[in-house]
Nanobody, 117 residues
Framework: QVHLVESGGGLVQAGGSLRLSCAAS????????MGWFRQAPGKERELVAT??????YYADSVKGRFTISRDNAKNTVYLQMDSLKPEDTAVYYC????????????WGQGTQVTVSS
């Protein structure tokens, strides 16, 4: 059973930066795709970014501002968030997708990111 723990959330002014981390345990980390999702109050959860062993994906709303990366030696995935906007305010979740799976099946507890204007 994988265990994902996010950290790094907080309160930041618009234009500022935060780096989220997600530490994973319990599996061969490098074999799995990792993703960051977010959910704002009253809105559906949305995909922010994903990273596999060979590629990355970004939602249009964060492209050019956010960077996803991973350190397989540390079983950790990161989300560097720059030029933050108030609309980036949400709970951010880390998730893991098994090889060959269509969906992300393991989730962290989430970390709050609040961007003030």
């Amino acid at each position: 059973q994988v265990h994902l723990v996010e950290s790094g959330g907080g309160l930041v002014q618009a234009g500022g930066s935060l780096r989220l981390s997600c530490a994973a345990s319990g599996r061969t980390f490098s074999s799995y795709s990792m993703g960051w999702f977010r959910q704002a109050p009253g809105k559906e959860r949305e995909l922010v970014a994903t990273i596999s062993w060979s590629s990355t994906y970004y939602a249009d709303s964060v492209k050019g501002r956010f960077t996803i990366s991973r350190d397989n030696a540390k079983n950790t995935v990161y989300l560097q968030m720059d030029s933050l906007k108030p609309e980036d305010t949400a709970v951010y979740y880390c998730a893991q997708r098994s090889p060959g799976a269509l969906d992300f099946g393991s989730w962290g507890q989430g970390t709050q990111v609040t961007v003030s204007s």
